[in-house]
T-cell receptor, first 118, second 112 residues
Framework: AQTVTQSQPEMSVQEAETVTLSCTYD???????LFWYKQPPSRQMILVIR??????QNATENRFSVNFQKAAKSFSLKISDSQLGDAAMYFC???????????????FGTGTRLTVIP | EAQVTQNPRYLITVTGKKLTVTCSQN?????MSWYRQDPGLGLRQIYY???????DKGDVPEGYKVSRKEKRNFPLILESPSPNQTSLYFC???????????FGSGTRLTVV
């Protein structure tokens, strides 16, 4: 079974500094997607960044980047130049890529609450 | 605007009183899914649907029903709600061949 582990329940960062959120996952598949979602107090789930496992290049979206280590099954999120609006719960998630029955579940970690200190 | 719309946003009900949470998407997505979010557990899938009239159980289906009579709508039905179904519920959709999900704004359900 696929599992996603976020070992940091809470993290804090000074405004304008950089923070890295950790995520590890367990799978026997070779082809899959990995995601980071942000959930602010409004509780909306917002897609931050996505990585396809077959791509060696780490995904980047403006101030957000990932460090994808496929062999180690690690998928960390780096937030550069942290802003007050980055304060939220962050969820790491995994999904198998093949379009097979039962393959469409998005497995979530338990989340990391990020506080940004002014 | 492309979106997933859930209603209601908040609901307080009593044990055993049937309720329906509606979900509608305007992106012509084939795949729709329901999740519940509980503290310390992340989001867990309840049911999913790969297209009209095609639904299947997720990880925590007990006590829930769904239907997919139209492509855009995917209601979640609690026939006899119990307090352990108090949770935050999310509907999500995506294209069948795509990777990213679009989530609704969530429904906070309290069963007393």
């Amino acid at each position: 079974a696929q599992t996603v582990t976020q070992s940091q329940p809470e993290m804090s960062v000074q405004e304008a500094e950089t923070v890295t959120l950790s995520c590890t996952y367990d799978t026997s598949e070779s082809d899959y997607y990995l995601f980071w979602y942000k959930q602010p107090p409004s509780r909306q789930m917002i897609l931050v960044i996505r990585q396809e496992a077959y791509k060696q290049q780490n995904a980047t979206e403006n101030r957000f980047s990932v460090n994808f280590q496929k062999a180690a099954k690690s998928f960390s999120l780096k937030i550069s130049d942290s802003q007050l609006g980055d304060a939220a719960m962050y969820f790491c998630a995994y999904r198998r890529r093949p379009l097979q029955t039962g393959a469409n579940n998005l497995f979530f970690g338990t989340g990391t609450r990020l506080t940004v200190i002014p | 605007e492309a979106q997933v719309t859930q209603n209601p946003r908040y609901l307080i009900t009593v044990t055993g009183k049937k309720l329906t949470v509606t979900c509608s998407q305007n992106m012509n997505h084939e795949y729709m899914s329901w999740y519940r979010q509980d503290p310390g557990l992340g989001l867990r899938q309840i049911y999913y649907s790969m297209n009209v009239e095609v639904t299947d159980k997720g990880d925590v289906p007990e006590g829930y029903k769904v239907s997919r009579k139209e492509k855009r709508n995917f209601p979640l039905i609690l026939e006899s709600p119990s307090p352990n179904q108090t949770s935050l519920y999310f509907c999500a959709s995506r294209p069948l061949t795509g990777g990213g999900y679009t989530f609704g704004s969530g429904t906070r359900l309290t069963v007393v």
